[in-house]
């Protein structure tokens, strides 16, 4: 049992990792989205957009990271975390 839950993947340190980067990322968003919504200048409205589109892509790709993470575990638990 204790192999088991060494070897899923909440026991993986690159796993948590991932995850941390994904919630400061989420923040990230959250903050370009409310300098958007606060800018009147143009050239800082600009400025914001790419910030969101940017870290928008960045979101989708660690999402993309822990979906293919969690669907690899899903198919062989046992052989996910070497």
Request: charged content about 30%; overall charge negative.
């Amino acid at each position: 049992m204790n192999r088991i839950l060494k070897n899923s993947v909440f026991g993986d340190k690159r796993y948590e990792l991932l995850l941390e980067d994904l919630d400061r990322t989420k923040h990230d968003l959250d903050s370009a989205y409310t300098n958007l919504s606060n800018a009147v200048e143009p050239d800082l409205i600009d400025c914001y957009i790419y910030e969101v589109q940017s870290v928008q892509m960045r979101y989708k790709f660690l999402l993309g990271r822990v979906k293919q993470i969690e669907d690899s575990y899903a198919k062989n638990p046992l052989e996910a975390g070497s």
